[in-house]
């Protein structure tokens, strides 16, 4: 049994709430914003930039530059480490951008004199982020916990899945905006589950940068911009120069007024339970004639303004 956790993950943070062992949470990021009572916990990570203050393409170059000069993304505070001593961090394997990953964890680790088992997250598709709150559910000795969670997720994933078999509209998601990334993981799938036909990215590939060409050629009917941690109000600063290019202009969804921003930080970057929230959010944009009753959370996303001719 473990008794002094430190999360390196968002998405491990939410679960450990939800399992209700937050008492045994001693460190998080600065990341672990959910539940908000997470906010509370020992900062032990926090990030090198302010990325907050950055538009996407300032922190796509900043990003680039520190890679390039093998510099750290993340500030791991070790006195306050060593002081919590931990007997489980929990950390992930998915992404080296968005939190700590191997390379922290192996730091952490040769630091401590203690050393801590660890746990280390790698999903990528929807079924992988559900099993995950199992994988932390059997840790924490929590499993009876864990799979009525886990068995009210997929509830709530059957039936959208079940609502969504007529309507097919196609569906391209931006991960990032300058430069674009189309989205990949379990977003493609999320796309799915919601009743849509997902483009250009495939379920459980990562996300990667493309040619705008690549979107004209697939000519979506919705277009959700979800950048990787940007909440409703930062999509929407960003929204100014994708109106300003004339292949935006002439895409179909942009003509017809069908472009969605969502809170991405909260319901689509991290792989955690808030992601079933994320496909009754894409739902509600996709097929809201079959969801006319479907509660989502208020701010979660909106309807783009369309530049008038």
Known sequence: MFNRIVSFLPSATEIIYMLGSQDL???VTHQCICPAE???????VSSVFDSESMASFQIEEKIQELSRLQNDLFIINFDLLKEIQPDLIISQALCDVCSPHNKELNKTMKFLDNKPQTLVLDPHTVEEIIESIMIIAKALGKEEDGSRIRDSLYRRIEKISNATKFK??????????DPIYICGHWVPQMVGIAGAINGISKVGERSSKIDFSQITQFDPDIIILLPCGFDLRKVFQEYGPLQKNNQWQS??????????AVDALSYFSRPGPSIITGIEILAKIINPESFPQLMVPSNSYNRMKKEPN
């Open 168 to 177: 097919k509209p196609k569906v391209v998601c931006l991960e990032w905006i």
């Open 25 to 27: 949470l001693f460190g």
């Open 251 to 260: 895409l179909r969804a942009v003509q017809n007024g069908m472009v969605f």
């Open 38 to 44: 997470a906010k509370s916990k020992p900062q032990i």
